[in-house]
């Protein structure tokens, strides 16, 4: 059998007296689409912040093609080949759409500190090689006529977008997705998915999504786990999580509308 | 790309060239004086330091206030060298021109100062914000004070307490011409650093540094580079500083003067390297051109700040560099190939609209 992308085991951290995440445990194979839900509060951004080393696991541990990632620094993770996106979108505002793809590229960028002083020929040959790439990107992302814009001059989807592109550009095999959908528009939301699934096809990469929009979840999830309280409640195919009890109870419930109203940004 | 780049850059030469003629021309006849020759020196290290200021400051966008102690451990470095270099009589005498001992010095000045610039950087740019300036500002006087109490540096010890003496007998072999090469090699090495992969992850940190964390960059070292350039420039500033003054006192390496460079980053725009070039110029020139109102002088200076600061937040520039090759596009009418990102500006709030209206 191959190694899965990701396996957790066991994972979990405490802050303070307050267990945030207790035996948190995914397996995500080469390809696939997972969805973590739940209601907010649940720590899903938690599990996200634990997968991508903001937070180091107090317990347990996660697995990147069968290498032990505990102990790693942020970027450390994202080199070694897990990526995300944001809740609240995080862009490099004053830099160009092109700039912010770029410097994700960080690991192809080969040339040394002399060159670029002096401008040595492995300068322009890397500057160049990256803005093609760079720019193969963008099309993908139909984002290669606006290369030169600002990136805080894009509009609200667009953004979402180039987020999502310069994760892509780190050259990862996980990319995690937190609430990709969040405040866009049906239109932009329909483009969203056919983005995504443009991406599986292109690169081939383990998903791992946050997303509140249910509709879009069951879409295009191929598994899903429910968390509540830091604990994982459910596992299965959307079929099954859709007719679970304890989901509907946690999560469907009574005051779902209250809270889709307004999200917390970091105890989500 | 490449082309574009290497057109600009022969033109920008080219000016310097015609700068540099000018300047020649004004010195040979004797048309500017001792004084304003002395003005002239003191405008480039300022333009070397609020630049090499502008790393930390305005790209990273760390508020680092120790600028001015780099300066004095360039500055000392750089003198204790020639000193040696005459008492040993190294690179002396009648074919050697002085001007490669000054170059020897000053280099040796700026890497002993990126060498502190590491040893500080590391832990200082844990903290940001207040901190960072706090810290920064301690770390500068303690290099200040230090200096001031070493023996071979003109102090009377550490166990004696009181401040010692200036370094005196340093030869004064720095030329006006030679600075300014310096001053303009240094800008360009600055430019080149700031475009290049460093200098764009720079901005992204200053810009947001989870995101950048989260596109795999390595924030520390990043930070520390960029601090550790900034003294390298700062040192080689000093150095040129103690061979244009002769003699130096560890008190005027305090952080008054880091302020003073800081305050010039901020006039000229946070960002901007020609911004603090320009402010450089203007923030040296303007208490000397007002030193016939000797009593209002500073006053003036304060307020020409302080309107600055209301009418123009982000100071003279912005984050706008100020370009010949586009200059002399706009006078022959040529179009422009990049404005993209004010087109993308009209587009945005055109797309606004659209909203509103639907």
Request: hydrophobic residues 50%; glycine residues 10%; neutral net charge.
């Amino acid at each position: 059998m191959n190694t899965p992308v990701l396996e957790a085991k066991h994972l979990g951290i405490t802050f303070g007296g307050l267990k945030a995440v207790d035996d948190f445990n995914i397996t995500i194979n080469e390809g696939e689409l997972v969805g973590l839900i739940g209601p907010n509060g649940a720590g899903k951004t938690t599990v996200f912040n634990l997968l991508t080393g903001v937070y180091q696991p107090t317990e347990g541990a996660f697995f990147l093609n069968g290498n032990k990632m505990n102990g790693k620094k942020m970027h450390e993770v994202v080199r070694a080949g897990i990526a995300r996106t944001f809740q609240n979108i995080r862009l490099f505002k004053t830099m160009t759409v092109l700039e912010n793809v770029k410097i994700a590229f960080e690991m192809d960028f080969k040339y040394k500190l002399a060159h670029a002083f002096f401008r040595l020929p492995k300068y322009w040959k890397d500057e160049k090689e990256i803005e093609e790439k760079a720019m193969d990107l963008l099309k993908i992302f139909n984002l290669e006529s606006k290369a030169d814009y600002i990136a805080n001059n894009l509009p609200y989807g667009q953004q979402r977008k180039l987020e999502i592109a310069r994760a892509l550009a780190t050259g990862m095999k996980l990319l995690l997705l937190d609430e990709p959908a969040a405040g866009m528009n049906p239109t932009e939301t329909a483009e969203l998915l056919s983005c995504i699934n443009v991406i599986r096809e292109r690169f081939g990469i383990a998903i791992l999504l946050i997303e509140h929009d249910m509709s879009l979840v069951m879409k295009i999830c191929e598994r899903i786990v429910v968390i509540d309280y830091g604990v994982t409640i459910a596992k299965g195919l959307p079929k099954e999580i859709a007719e679970n009890p304890k989901v509907i109870a946690a999560y469907l419930g009574a005051d779902d509308d209250l809270e889709d109203e307004e999200d917390t940004k970091e105890g989500a | 790309m490449k082309k574009s780049s290497i057109k600009s850059s022969l033109i920008n030469l080219v000016v310097l060239i015609i700068v540099f003629g000018i300047l020649i021309v004004l010195c040979e006849f004797d048309i500017l004086s001792n004084y304003i020759r002395g003005i002239l020196m003191v405008c480039c290290i300022s333009i070397i330091m609020a630049c090499s200021q502008n790393i930390t400051v305005g790209y990273l966008g760390q508020i680092a206030l120790g600028g001015a102690g780099f300066m004095g451990i360039g500055a000392y470095t750089a003198a204790i060298i020639t000193k040696a270099m005459a008492s040993a009589n190294i690179l002396v005498g009648e074919g050697v021109p002085d001007t490669l001992r000054f170059l020897i010095a000053i280099l040796a000045g700026g890497i002993l100062a990126a060498i502190f610039g590491v040893l500080v950087g590391i832990p200082a740019l844990r903290l940001r914000g207040d901190y960072l300036a706090i810290i920064t500002l301690g770390f500068g006087e303690i290099i200040r004070v230090v200096i001031q109490n070493l023996k071979f540096l003109g102090g009377k010890g550490f166990s004696e307490g009181s401040a010692g003496q200036a370094l005196v007998g340093i030869n004064r072999i720095s030329n006006l011409y030679v600075v300014f090469w310096v001053m303009v090699i240094c800008v360009a090495l600055m430019y080149t650093f700031i475009r290049s992969k460093y200098g764009r992850a720079i901005i992204a940190i200053r810009n947001d540094d989870i995101a950048a964390s989260a596109s795999g960059l390595n924030i520390t070292f990043y930070k520390v580079l960029a601090f550790t350039v900034s003294s390298f420039f700062a040192g080689v500033a000093g150095g040129i500083f103690a061979h244009y003054i002769g003699s130096l006192s560890a008190g005027s390496f305090g952080w008054l003067k880091s302020t003073e460079y800081v305050i010039m980053v901020v006039f000229g725009g946070m960002g901007s390297l020609t911004g603090s070039v320009i402010a450089a110029i203007v923030l040296t020139a303007l208490p000397e051109a007002l030193r016939e109102f000797s009593d209002y002088r500073m006053l003036a200076y304060s307020v020409a700040l302080i309107i600055v600061m209301i009418y123009r937040p982000t100071g003279l520039l912005g984050t706008y560099e100020v370009s010949v090759t586009r200059l002399i596009n706009k006078i022959l009418g040529k179009k422009e190939p990049s404005l993209h990102a004010i087109k993308a500006e009209v587009e945005a709030s055109g797309t606004k609209e659209e909203e509103v209206v639907k």
